[in-house]
Every structure is written in structure tokens, then in C-alpha cells.
């Protein structure tokens, strides 16, 4: 079975910090993404990366930034973090970017901004 | 641009009753639809897919969807609930957009009653 493991589940940070989230998965997956979840709205993505070095913004890309040095691993980081960022974090990734391809989601990061 | 509508918020159902969850995908061409569970506190966990062949596809935990292209409908159902599938289920679609990136719904919360 494909391992997303995101690593924390749970997050405090403080207005203006700069906060790093990590993603790793254990399956060669090419495509990973992030994606915010709030109350009503659903999931929405942030960024996305289809192999290492690449990025493309999702739809909501302000605020944050991503880096995907590894092939495993996809980081998503805010600069500056803000109260409107207090969030549940998503990480997921898939095989290819194939449309056939399921995404895997790792469980979750609870990111509070004071 | 595709769009993936989930018409209800909120189910609730009383154990061992049947469920039908509602999905409506808007892309015209050949739809790549995915139904996602997310248990509280979890990340979201593939329930089943359909790209092609019999409308009728078997997915895990006694879920099952049809498809149906003449009502754009991809409904998730299960014929007798349990108390543990009480979680927010997401319909998805990724056949458009460039990079297939997939298209959520915002989900539906399913409630059990015992």
C-alpha cells in the first residue's frame, strides 16, 4: 500500500512565523500535491508538483511555496504565516499524472496560527 | 471548466438503512470519476473508480456507484449502513484541465443514527 506520511498532526504556530510542512511518500509517485481543507469549502489546491524541481500554482497559491527537492518528498511553506492560514493541511500524491490515477492522502496536518 | 457538484451537505441515516450519496460531474467528454471517504481527524481514502466499461463499479467497505451518463451522476450507494461509515464522503472527477488535475466536490457528511 502507498505510505503518504504527512509530519504532524497537529501544529501551533505564531503570526509571522515561517512554517514548513512535510510530505513524504513511499511509492515513486511523480505527481504530488497540497491542498487546504475548510469547513464548506472542500478541498482546494494550493500547489502541485509532477516531478522533482516543478511546481505549478494551484488555486490558491498566495501565501504559500513549495519545494520538492526528492522525488519522495514535497514540502509546502509559509512565509509569513497568518491567522486566515489556520487550516487542515492535506498532502497527496499519484502515480502519474495520468487521469486514471487516484491521489493518496496522507492524514492531515492541523495548523493553528496565533 | 469541469465541476463536480455534491447537491447535499449533510445525510443522515439510521443504521442498517440504505444510503445513496449524490454526485454530478459537469466535464462532457469521457469522465475519470473517483469517490473519496475522509473518517474524522483522517485524510481521504479511495472508495472506487470508473473510467470505462460496466456503469455499475464495486468499491470497498460495500460501497458501490453507478454511472450514468445521461444525468451526469455518478451516485455512491450502500444497501445497509453501519455506524462506522459515518464520515465526509468526496466525489471527484479528473478527466479535464491540462495537467488532469482533479476536481473535488465539497463534500457530503454522512450521519448515523443508531
Known amino acids: 500500500d502507498v505510505k503518504v506520511t504527512q509530519s504532524s498532526r497537529y501544529l501551533v504556530k505564531r503570526t509571522g512565523e515561517k512554517v514548513f510542512l512535510e510530505c513524504v511518500q513511499d511509492?515513486?509517485?511523480?505527481?504530488m500535491f497540497w491542498y487546504r481543507q475548510d469547513p464548506g469549502l472542500g478541498l482546494r489546491l494550493i500547489y502541485f508538483s509532477y516531478d522533482v524541481k516543478m511546481k505549478e500554482k494551484g488555486d490558491i497559491p498566495e501565501g504559500y511555496s513549495v519545494s520538492r527537492e526528492k522525488k519522495e518528498r514535497f514540502s509546502l511553506i509559509l512565509e509569513s504565516a497568518s491567522t486566515n492560514q489556520t487550516s487542515m493541511y492535506l498532502c497527496?500524491?499519484?502515480?502519474?499524472?495520468?487521469?486514471?490515477?487516484?491521489?493518496?492522502f496522507g492524514n492531515g496536518t492541523r495548523l493553528t496560527v496565533t | 471548466a469541469q465541476s463536480v457538484t455534491q447537491p447535499d451537505i449533510h445525510i443522515t441515516v439510521s443504521e442498517g438503512a440504505s444510503l445513496e450519496l449524490r454526485c454530478n460531474y459537469s466535464y462532457g467528454a469521457t469522465p475519470y470519476l473517483f469517490w473519496y471517504v475522509q473518517s474524522p481527524g483522517q485524510g481521504l481514502q479511495l472508495l472506487l473508480k470508473?473510467?470505462?466499461?460496466?456503469?455499475l463499479v464495486q468499491g470497498i467497505k460495500g460501497f458501490e456507484a453507478e454511472f450514468k451518463r445521461s444525468q451526469s451522476s455518478f451516485n455512491l450507494r450502500k444497501p445497509s449502513v453501519h455506524w462506522s461509515d459515518a464520515a465526509e464522503y468526496f466525489c471527484?472527477?479528473?478527466?479535464?484541465?491540462?495537467?488532469?488535475?482533479?476536481?473535488f466536490g465539497r463534500g457530503t457528511s454522512l450521519i448515523v443514527h443508531p
Open positions: 497527496a500524491s499519484s502515480y502519474d499524472r495520468g487521469r486514471g490515477s487516484p491521489l493518496h
Open positions: 470508473y473510467f470505462s466499461g460496466d456503469t
Open positions: 471527484a472527477d479528473r478527466s479535464g484541465g491540462g495537467s488532469y488535475i482533479p476536481t
Open positions: 511509492m515513486d509517485h511523480e505527481n
